[in-house]
């Protein structure tokens, strides 16, 4: 069974940082795109970032400049890197990863179970 395991969110003040951690765990050939994804309170879920497995990355306008990702293929892991954080950044993140169960596999996505990101004074 495959997991995504988020950690690293609480509750920050405005112009603070905090970093977002994803491992993945479980039985699987190979990580392809790994990324993050916000959900505000009545929202839909949104992408805030994505990580190729060579390194190529993709950010969503509103992060562009304040959020960093990165991975560590070795170990699995994604990061988000959030500084400058805003209020309207306040959401649930989900972790999410592509990923091949075998080396003939086609790649499947799988969600983390979130974790929530306050940014209020």
């Known amino acids: 069974q495959v997991q995504l395991v988020e950690s690293g969110g609480g509750l920050v003040q405005p112009g603070g940082a905090l970093r977002l951690s994803c491992i993945a765990s479980?039985?699987?050939?190979?990580?392809?795109?790994m990324g993050w994804y916000r959900q505000a309170l009545g929202k839909q879920r949104d992408l805030v970032a994505s990580i190729t497995s060579g390194g190529s990355t993709n950010y969503a306008d509103s992060v562009e400049g304040r959020f960093t990702i990165s991975r560590d293929n070795a170990k699995n892991t994604v990061y988000l890197q959030m500084n400058s954080l805003k209020a309207e950044d306040t959401a649930v993140y989900y972790c999410?990863?592509?990923?091949?169960?075998?080396?003939?596999?086609?790649?499947?996505?799988?969600w983390g179970q979130g974790t929530r990101v306050t940014v209020s004074s």
């Open positions: 479980g039985s699987f050939s190979r990580l392809d795109t």
């Open positions: 999410n990863a592509n990923i091949r169960r075998t080396i003939y596999s086609s790649p499947s996505p799988y």
